[in-house]
DNA sequence: GAGTGGTCTAGACCACACG
DNA sequence: GTGTGGTCTAGACCACTCG
């Protein structure tokens, strides 16, 4: 078995996932062993492996060694773009509403997310050409954006540059517009919205929002 | 400045990054210069930055250097799961029917993106503790999943399990239930839908696929 | 042509987790 | 304790691309 390169040492163990070579469940050889095998460095055997597992293919411990899942789960990176990035991206002129900016207490179904004292609450509504985008409701950790004022600068976006998160957590759900929400953003009351809650901790909640999208409204991104 | 390690490596860099020190747009040193300083191997320094470009943060090219975007795209990683083992992590006893499997030809809308020729057309709906979980509406390229029934096997699962590929697009949005939608996922007409498209490809189309969620499905995944 | 990132190698030590 | 992956190093060559 003649291998150049990481990519091929990846290919050949994808080949062998797929034909059941490594069963899922089985353990497979470790990687001194595959780098005898396919006549490679270790660290490259280690860099393929390695790819595998970030894609959902592997599992790997240290001692217990590197196994097929006997469920993989697919993973894929997923931009995430800044609201105003999104809209100047379809050629559409950005626009930026506060609509209001008070400490608040934290609603009971985010209390075990955020704890509950009080938090920061900023509402704003990002606009295109004019019309509303997306409405941006979103409690915030006081330690976080201290003085930083949102009135001309959306959150989302100081955000985005300033703060360091290793954790988080993103859903995404449809909601029908109450009369309020259609109100807000122009709709039909009853329209189908997508909206899109994001979480991020750093040792503690920095912040939590969620983002509810004009009618229409399609997240696309390549994989 | 003394650095251990490429995670080290890599918040110095996010450091610089964020407090302008390499400012966007601008170029940073290249890897052996930082591998000097840091009093790394450039092998560290490498793997540093490459994780930074992963996420976003960097924009590296050969020859070209490495440059701090002037838009930068936060990057995340989504898992994508069986719709069986999503309903099976919900304590949930998945059940699935077929609801179609034939030739058909391409609506308008997926032709610029399938072809014109007939694809196969699968429709089926998945169920959770025996009610109505998601319907999947699936055009599979004939070549692939040749003389494969998806009676009793999803083709979701059967593709998760045997295709490569290589590049696709992965997009949500919200619709409301028409009438037959409505009657299928036995809700009422208007509720808001969360839909995921799908698409695959690998040298030329392999899939397309659309997931209508039952009312009120959250898709949450970990970042 | 030449500069920069991409990758490979061989060897080494370390950290973690399993028995 | 001990096996396995995680990582670092120093050096080397390659591939892409910019000027």
Not at 77 to 90: G, L, S, V
Not at 97 to 119: C, I, K, N
Request: charged residues 25%.
């Amino acid at each position: 078995m003649a291998i150049t390169g990481w990519q091929a040492a990846r290919d050949e163990a994808l080949r062998r996932i797929r034909a059941r070579d490594w069963p899922p469940g089985g353990r497979i050889p470790d990687e001194a062993d595959l780098a005898a095998e396919w006549g490679v460095a270790r660290a490259t055997v280690n860099r393929a492996l390695r790819d595998l597992a970030e894609a959902g293919y592997l599992e790997r411990r240290r001692k217990g060694g590197t196994r097929v899942p006997l469920t993989p789960v697919r993973k894929a990176t997923f931009a995430i773009p800044i609201i105003r990035q999104d809209i100047e991206a379809r050629g559409q002129t950005p626009g930026y509403r506060l609509l209001s900016d008070r400490s608040d207490t934290v609603p009971a179904a985010l209390r075990d997310r955020l704890g509950d004292g009080p938090m920061r609450h900023v509402t704003a509504l990002h606009l295109a050409d004019g019309t509303p985008y997306c409405l941006e409701d979103r409690w915030l950790s006081p330690r976080v954006a201290e003085g930083i004022r949102f009135d001309t600068l959306s959150a989302n976006e100081w955000l985005v540059g300033n703060v360091t998160f290793s954790e988080g957590t993103l859903a995404f759900h449809a909601i029908a517009a109450d009369a309020p929400l259609a109100q807000t953003l122009g709709c039909d009351p009853g329209a189908a919205l997508l909206a899109v809650d994001r979480e991020t901790r750093d040792q503690g909640p920095i912040t939590w929002v969620r983002l509810i999208y004009a009618p229409g409204y399609r997240m696309e991104t390549g994989l």
